[in-house]
């Protein structure tokens, strides 16, 4: 692999930020410095962090703990994904995709975190 825009984690954690950002739009307007701009921050987080692991991959270590960081942001996106639920700015369907995509980086996460060897760490 020669560049993290061919993994899935990246990917898909971009998606998910991107998906973030344009239901964010509908959010009222007394939210727009705390849960949208916090719920975009950490799922942009989510995505960066990967790039930033991924271009440690030389340091095992280093790798792991940029990943373990992305983790952190991603189940910091899901925390704020169910407050926006709660006040009603998220319907269950558009909650449960969310959710969903959030899942399925987090297992890519734990995947590279548990198998640094098969991402180029030595």
């Not at 271009?55 to 790798?63: E, G, V």
């Not at 959030?102 to 760490?121: F, I, Q, R, T």
Request: proline fraction near 2%; charged fraction near 30%; hydrophobic fraction near 35%.
């Amino acid at each position: 692999m020669s560049d993290f825009n061919e993994l899935l984690v990246y990917r898909k954690s971009f998606d998910l930020a991107m998906q973030i950002f344009c239901i964010t739009k509908t959010f009222p307007k007394e939210e727009m410095y705390s849960l949208t701009d916090q719920i975009r921050r950490s799922s942009r987080s989510t995505n960066i962090c990967i790039v930033e692991a991924y271009r440690k991959r030389r340091y095992p270590a280093h790798f792991i703990s940029k990943l373990s960081d992305s983790d952190m942001e991603n189940s910091e996106t899901k925390g704020w994904l169910k407050f926006a639920l709660d006040c009603k700015y998220l319907d269950e369907k558009h909650y449960a995709n969310l959710i969903n995509l959030s899942d399925e980086v987090g297992k890519l996460l734990n995947h590279m975190m548990n198998n640094p060897e098969k991402y180029g760490a030595k």
